[in-house]
């Protein structure tokens, strides 16, 4: 699975933006997806996933009410709809795939997209 980030750019604080993350593949609909994220000099984040099997959505606590995921299989593609952005939402955001969601950046998530930049200003 090839995945490709897309959608981020500058956004003042309490807009909206949505990512999108396409994958290539025949077996996309098989594959949980989640979004993470990576301010500069911090960790790699968990923000969101959306199982294969029934959909069921998961949320990091810092995102919770403002953000989210959802997913088309029938476009090989994952959403990120964000809400009332926030400056400490400024990231460069990845998407990745799993066979089993992992609300951390473990081995689990498989293939990993290139990251799509989001500026939040004040």
């Known amino acids: 699975v090839q995945l490709q980030a897309s959608g981020g750019g500058l956004v003042q604080a309490g807009g909206s933006l949505r990512l999108s993350c396409a994958a290539s593949g025949r077996t996309f609909s098989r594959y949980a997806m989640g979004w993470f994220r990576q301010a500069p000099g911090k960790e790699r984040e968990f923000v969101a996933a959306?199982?294969?099997?029934?959909?069921?959505?998961y949320y990091g606590d810092s995102v919770k009410g403002r953000f989210t995921i959802s997913r088309d299989n029938a476009k090989n593609t994952v959403y990120l709809q964000m809400s009332s952005l926030k400056p400490e939402d400024t990231a460069v955001y990845y998407c990745a795939a799993a066979r089993v969601v992992a609300m951390y950046p473990n081995g689990n998530w498989v293939y990993w997209g290139q990251g799509t930049l989001v500026t939040v200003s004040s």
């Open positions: 959306i199982n294969w099997s029934d959909d069921t959505t």
